[in-house]
C-alpha cells in the first residue's frame, strides 16, 4: 500500500504543478510552505528513530513536491496579512514544541496543529476562489491517504489519528475546489 500512496503522490504533485504552470491553480504558498517544513521535521525526526527507508522517501517526496509548488507558484510571500502571520507564528512554536518535548502524544498534537495552520490558508483560499486549488490532485491525495489508511495500524490511536485528519483535509479541500463559485 505505500506504493500505491507513493504513486499516487507524485502524480498528485506531478498535476498541481502542471494546473500552476498552466495558471490553472493558484495556491496558497504560505500553506505549502508551512507543510515543506513541517515535512522536513518529519524527515529529521524520523531519521533519527530509524524508521524504515520507505517512510523517509514517502516524506521527501512531500517535502520537494511542496517546495516545487511554492516555487512555480510565482506568488511573493511579503506582505503577509495579519491571519497568515498568526498561522505563521502558531505553525513555527508547534514544531518548536515539538521537537522540544520528545513526547509522542503531545508531538503528535502539535504537528496537527502545525499542519491546521497550513491548512486554514488553504481553506480559506478555495473557499473564496474554489479553482485557486486543482481538484484532480487532491483527489490523487485523497486516493494516496485512502490507501495508507488501509495500510495502517489501528490498534494505535498514535498511528491513525494524523492519516485520518489528513484525508480529511484533502476530501474538503477537494470539494471546496470542486464548487463553481463562491456561495
Same mark, same amino acid.
Given at each position: 500500500?505505500? /506504493? %500505491?500512496?507513493? &504513486? @499516487? ?10 494546473? &500552476?504552470?498552466?495558471?490553472? /491553480? ?19 525526526? $524520523? ?7 520507505? +517512510? ?21 510571500? $511579503? ?9 505563521? @507564528? !502558531?505553525?513555527?512554536? $508547534?514544531?518548536?514544541? *515539538? !521537537?522540544?518535548?520528545?513526547?509522542? $502524544?503531545? /508531538? ?10 497550513? +491548512?486554514?490558508? +488553504?481553506?480559506?483560499? %478555495? *473557499? ?6 486543482? *481538484? ?17 495500524? *489501528? ?13 480529511? =483535509?484533502? !476530501?474538503? =479541500? +477537494? ?9
Amino acid at each position: 500500500m505505500i /506504493a %500505491v500512496l507513493a &504513486v @499516487a503522490v507524485v502524480l498528485a504533485y506531478v498535476r498541481g504543478i502542471y494546473a &500552476v504552470l498552466k495558471s490553472d /491553480a493558484k495556491p496558497n504558498c504560505l500553506s505549502w510552505v508551512i507543510w515543506a517544513c513541517i515535512d522536513v521535521v518529519l524527515i529529521v525526526s $524520523s531519521l533519527m528513530a530509524a524508521e524504515s527507508v520507505s +517512510t523517509i522517501v514517502l516524506l521527501l517526496i512531500y517535502m520537494a513536491g511542496a517546495v516545487v509548488i511554492v516555487a512555480v507558484s510565482r506568488k511573493n510571500l $511579503s506582505g503577509l496579512n495579519i491571519f497568515e502571520r498568526a498561522a505563521v @507564528a !502558531v505553525a513555527t512554536l $508547534s514544531l518548536v514544541g *515539538w !521537537v522540544v518535548t520528545g513526547n509522542a $502524544s503531545v /508531538a503528535l498534537g502539535l504537528v496537527i496543529l502545525a499542519h491546521l495552520c497550513g +491548512t486554514i490558508l +488553504t481553506l480559506k483560499s %478555495v *473557499w473564496q476562489v474554489p479553482r485557486s486549488e486543482d *481538484w484532480v490532485m487532491w483527489t490523487l491525495f485523497v486516493a494516496g491517504n485512502i490507501a495508507n489508511l488501509l495500510a495502517i495500524s *489501528w490498534i494505535n490511536w498514535q498511528n491513525w489519528l494524523f492519516p485520518v485528519y489528513e484525508t480529511a =483535509v484533502c !476530501v474538503i =479541500v +477537494t470539494l471546496l475546489a470542486l464548487r463553481r463559485k463562491h456561495p
